[in-house]
Nanobody, 123 residues
Framework: QAQLVESGGGLVQPGGSLRLSCVAS????????MGWFRQAPGKEREFVAA????????LYAASVKGRFTISGDNAMNTVYLQMNSLKVEDTAVYYC????????????????WGQGTQVTVSS
């Protein structure tokens, strides 16, 4: 069974930065799109960013564009989410996902999910 493991979450002040990592194991995700989603308490899981291992094209939610950067190393099966200028409203559990349907914003288009890492932005 494929496994995605996120790390890098934590507590940060508004305006600060964090870098999340997602490492895939037990299979390769070559040809997949890798995405980051987040879910705040009482809210639905929402799309944050995605990268295609086929084209290395990227896609961002409007709320994070210009502040977050998704990148990765297909050979290492690792994807990153660099988060800058963090806001209180970025507080959520962040999930890594993998899917074969390309750069999609719907969680149902992703087949594999990690357990999530908590990001808390607070002063």
């Amino acid at each position: 069974q494929a496994q995605l493991v996120e790390s890098g979450g934590g507590l940060v002040q508004p305006g600060g930065s964090l870098r999340l990592s997602c490492v895939a194991s037990r299979r390769t995700f070559s040809g997949y799109a890798m995405g980051w989603f987040r879910q705040a308490p009482g809210k639905e899981r929402e799309f944050v960013a995605a990268i295609s291992w086929r084209t290395y094209n990227t896609l961002y939610a409007a709320s994070v564009k210009g502040r977050f950067t998704i990148s990765g190393d297909n050979a290492m099966n690792t994807v990153y989410l660099q988060m800058n200028s963090l806001k209180v409203e970025d507080t959520a559990v962040y999930y890594c996902a993998a899917g074969l349907k390309g750069l999609r914003v719907t969680m149902y288009d992703y087949d594999y999910w990690g357990q999530g890492t908590q990001v808390t932005v607070s002063s």
